[in-house]
């Protein structure tokens, strides 16, 4: 539900450093979501082809970087995936653990024709 | 030419920045303010109505609550004795911080020393989104059950203070409180936790002290 906001904020950013630049046209945004973050991939193509339309980035194609979350044991070093309902490290059983990865939230680059 | 572009930049760096601008304007008046999330029908507004009317007498609260619709927790909470103001959202499932940006020059900041924004409810969305508020506080509930920390790990995981609320229900729901707390601890740990039921009035004077011991002397 909350993608719409989040697309135009991809845009706006997009758009501000394609212009900087001196940019002609944005032909793709290389995005970097980690897994705690809930976004829907398809919701944001969705809003994107149409706020877009009519910009420099209109058909620039959207590619996602989903990093899962990654938890890393504190007692024995082992990085995980957690399970859906269990965060224990597998190897160790220790609730020692904290998370490594997944918080990521962010445009790495684009791609642009100048 | 074709060229690549880093960026690397946040993308809520928008929100980011109307919320920076959000808190130095409580910073200024030196009010603490908090922001409340929680699933619908967790407790939000009854502890709201507690804090208020157990704190107010000392201490003057504004409440901002945000809703899709209707005004009846700023109603509840302006009943408590809260300088209230109400956010409708008209559908959107969060508070963002340019809507906080928007409702706080309805409040005089002078007057007062704590501000509470009652976010929508939902368990998803306004974890994405900072406001500008010092603390964010979430309210989970003994019916809610014992596995959200696993199952909304992105809103446990960027709170200030975890509230339980409804512990009176404990003896009649099956709530592993082990287990529920082990997935708050990987997720966020050394979190401060308040055990208590706005029912009984168990757990809310240690909610209460916390909250107190955080305001501006």
């Known amino acids: 539900m909350h993608e719409l906001p989040v697309t135009e904020s991809i845009l706006e950013i997009a758009l501000r450093h394609a212009i900087q630049a001196d940019a002609r046209r944005i032909t793709e945004l290389n995005l970097v979501i980690g897994q705690l973050s809930s976004i829907i991939d398809d919701s944001i193509q969705f809003y994107w082809d149409i706020i877009a339309k009519d910009t420099i980035a209109e058909g620039a194609t959207l590619n996602f970087k989903r990093i899962p979350t990654q938890m890393t044991c504190q007692e024995c070093h082992t990085a995980f995936s957690p399970q859906e309902d269990d965060f224990a490290c597998p190897n160790c059983q220790s609730q020692q653990v904290k998370v490594s990865a997944g918080d990521e939230f962010y445009l790495e680059s684009i791609q642009i024709d100048t | 030419m074709n060229n690549r572009i880093p960026v690397v930049e946040n993308i809520l760096s928008a929100n980011e920045r109307i919320a920076n601008q959000n ?29 208020v009317s157990r704190l107010g007498t000392q201490t003057k609260i504004a409440v901002i609550d945000g809703d899709i619709a209707t005004s009846l927790d700023a109603d509840r909470a302006a009943a408590a004795g809260a300088i209230a103001v109400q956010i409708n959202t008209g559908g959107d499932c969060h508070l963002d911080a340019i809507m906080l940006h928007e409702a706080l020059p309805k409040i005089d900041l002078n007057e007062i020393s704590l501000l509470i924004v009652e976010n929508v409810g939902n368990l998803v969305c306004p974890a994405n989104f900072r406001l500008g508020t010092h603390k964010s506080i979430l309210i989970a509930s003994i019916p809610e059950g014992d596995d959200k920390p696993y199952k909304y790990p992105g809103m446990y995981r960027g709170v200030d203070a975890l509230v339980i609320n409804k512990i009176d229900l404990l003896p009649y729901i099956p709530f592993r409180m082990d287990y529920f707390r082990q997935g708050v601890e990987i997720l966020n740990p050394g979190l401060e936790t308040f055990p208590l039921s706005c029912q009984t009035g168990e757990g809310i004077p240690a909610w209460l002290d916390w909250l107190t011991a955080q305001l501006w002397k």
């Open chain 2, 23 to 51: 808190r130095q304007l409580l910073e200024d008046a030196r009010v603490f303010s908090i922001n409340m999330m929680a699933s619908p029908g967790a407790g939000k507004t009854s502890l709201i109505e507690k804090t």
